[in-house]
């Protein structure tokens, strides 16, 4: 398995752009983390999903973030408009409720100038 | 919402040297994890701890919990330079609707000095 495959790796955007992100999980797996690291706040789960459903989006910091797993291979998080404070590395996960734990993406790391 | 605390935050040790690392947590779990993440780098999956005083070795890591106590412990045997970098735990509040959510420790970064 190519484990969780996350794009970009790298995103410089302009502040007011839109910026997407996206995760593909392991095969299998029927739950989705997304997570944002920063220096000053470390790890933070914004949202995550089980069977491509929301359960959990009281980490998403504010209404310009959204998030949506259309299906069980595939999701995005999308940020409208961008802020310089918005610059993270943006992590997505993946399990199987089996309690093997997370595997996690290579993570995107998001600069707003 | 349940907290987990780690400590030390930051270890500077030398090689060859014996050292814990602690995970405190508040509310009753038996399930805790421990990542690795490098600098600029993904987290990485080191042990699953999964009952009460459960126990997993690899290398010259070795992590344990006690349940009953909230906490686990990882220790760090003869570090070596390689192993500089930063350990998260994780515990597993699977919470009302029984889904594996995680919470993080803030991260102990460790610096093995030669």
């Known amino acids: 398995d190519a484990g969780v495959i996350q794009s970009p790796r790298h995103e410089v955007t302009e502040m007011g752009q839109e910026v997407t992100l996206r995760c593909k999980p392991i095969s299998g797996h029927n739950s989705l983390f997304w997570y944002r690291q920063t220096m000053m706040r470390g790890l933070e789960l914004l949202i995550y999903f089980n069977n491509n459903v929301p359960i959990d989006d009281s980490g998403m910091p504010e209404d310009r973030f959204s998030a949506k797993m259309p299906n069980a291979s595939f999701s995005t998080l999308k940020i409208q408009p961008s802020e310089p404070r918005d610059s993270a590395v943006y992590f997505c996960?993946?399990?199987?409720?089996?309690?093997?734990?997370?595997?996690f993406g290579s993570g995107t790391r998001l600069t707003v100038v | 919402e349940l907290k987990v605390e780690q400590n030390p935050l930051f270890l500077s040790m030398q090689e060859g040297k014996n050292y814990t690392i602690y995970c405190n947590y508040s509310t009753t779990s038996d399930r805790l994890y421990w990542y690795r993440q490098d600098p600029g780098k993904s987290l990485e999956s080191l042990f699953v701890l999964l009952s009460n005083g459960a126990v997993k070795q690899e290398g010259r890591l070795m992590a344990s919990l006690d349940t009953k106590a909230r906490l686990s412990t990882l220790h760090i045997t003869a570090a070596v330079h390689d192993l500089s970098a930063t350990y998260f735990c994780?515990?597993?509040?699977?919470?009302?609707?029984?889904?594996?959510?995680?919470?993080f420790g803030s991260g102990t970064k460790l610096n093995v000095k030669p």
């Open positions: 994780a515990v597993d509040d699977r919470g009302e609707y029984n889904f594996n959510k995680f919470y």
């Open positions: 996960a993946s399990s199987f409720s089996s309690g093997d734990g997370y595997t």
